[in-house]
């Protein structure tokens, strides 16, 4: 079955940098598109970005220019490499595909301090 484990996330101040893996599994990996989400409690899930079976990326507005998603098709692993973190950016983070069409893994927490 698919299996979607995020990790990576923390306790980070503000101005830093984190990066987060979503180690995937039960799909063929290579061929589909996938993305980053977040939630921060009472809200929707929200869209960070997306990276396409090819590498390419597109980002929510509020997060360009200081969040980069890459891929490791030999390893079925996506990342999230997080710069500049703002408080705003503290939520779960997950990863599913493009449309997120796999059952969601735990998400991994990420706590950016003022």
């Known amino acids: 079955q698919v299996q979607l484990v995020e990790s990576g996330g923390g306790l980070v101040q503000a101005g830093g940098s984190l990066r987060l893996s979503c180690a995937v599994s039960?799909?063929?990996?290579?061929?589909?598109?996938m993305a980053w989400y977040r939630q921060t409690p009472g809200k929707r899930r929200e869209l960070v970005g997306i990276?396409?079976?090819?590498?390419?990326?597109t980002y929510a507005n509020s997060v360009k220019g200081r969040y980069t998603i890459s891929r490791d098709n030999a390893k079925n692993i996506v990342y999230l490499q997080m710069n500049s973190l703002k408080p705003d950016d503290t939520a779960v983070y997950y990863c599913?595909?493009?449309?997120?069409?796999?059952?969601w893994g735990q998400g991994t927490q990420v706590t950016v301090s003022s």
């Open positions: 599913n595909g493009a449309f997120s069409q796999f059952p």
């Open positions: 039960g799909i063929t990996f290579r061929v589909n598109a």
């Open positions: 990276i396409s079976s090819g590498g390419t990326t």
